[in-house]
T-cell receptor, first 114, second 117 residues
């Protein structure tokens, strides 16, 4: 089955700095790669996703890049703010009817210091 | 819309007891899922359903059962609770795939924290 590795496990930055979280996956058949943000006591919430036919996607301060050859994808957050502090999860799945059958990474605790 | 609602939020069970975690969604989503989250780990898929009357196993189904009699409800049953089932359980739902406006997004509930002693 699919295996997703996520690094780093914790990340501490100053407000205004950039943050980068990296993930690798094992199954070359995976073609959907979402990122979820989980705030304390809440369920995960989708912040951005990318499909295998796209190499990069951006949404305001958040961007995701995908390298299918190397089987890795990354989340980039620019101009970080204290409200970005949360746990971030990468995930992977096949397409079609398998979108929701996600394999998650272990999570990254991001702390943004004012 | 309330979204995805899970009950109870917290529960303590003794070894060998049984219980049902309730999940309901009001977004008319066809797909529903149960994930568990252990400390310091990502979420793992327990069971999922593509519509009423249809369920299938995920990565970690042992010790659990599900049913899907309606589009809205997807309860998770724990039989003979074991300490290894201590975890936070998340229910999620998503649109029927294939729609032109489908983003693949899963909508999660707030979780049910279960402790088995």
């Amino acid at each position: 089955g699919e295996n997703v590795e996520q690094h780093p496990s914790t990340l501490s930055v100053q407000e205004g700095d950039s943050a980068v979280i990296k993930c690798t996956y094992s199954d070359s058949a995976s073609n959907y790669f979402p990122w979820y943000k989980q705030e304390l006591g809440k369920g995960p919430q989708l912040i951005i996703d990318i499909r295998s036919n796209v190499g990069e996607k951006k949404d305001q301060r958040i961007a995701v890049t995908l390298n299918k050859t190397a089987k890795h994808f990354s989340l980039h957050i620019t101009e970080t703010q204290p409200e970005d502090s949360a746990v971030y999860f990468c995930a992977a799945s096949g397409g079609g009817t398998s979108y929701g059958k996600l394999t998650f990474g272990q999570g990254t605790i991001l702390t943004v210091h004012p | 819309n309330a979204g995805v609602t899970q009950t109870p939020k917290f529960r303590i069970l003794k070894i060998g007891q049984s219980m049902t975690l309730q999940c309901t969604q009001d977004m008319n989503h066809n797909y529903m899922y149960w994930y568990r989250q252990d400390p310091g780990m990502g979420l793992k898929l327990i069971y999922y359903s593509v519509g009423a009357g249809i369920t299938d196993k995920g990565e970690v189904p042992n010790g659990y059962n599900v049913s899907r009699s309606t589009t809205e409800d997807f309860p998770l049953r724990l039989e003979l609770a074991a300490p290894s089932q201590t975890s936070v359980y998340f229910c999620a739902s998503s649109y029927l795939l294939g729609r032109t406006d489908d983003t693949g997004e899963l909508f999660f509930g707030e979780g049910s924290r279960l402790t088995v002693l």
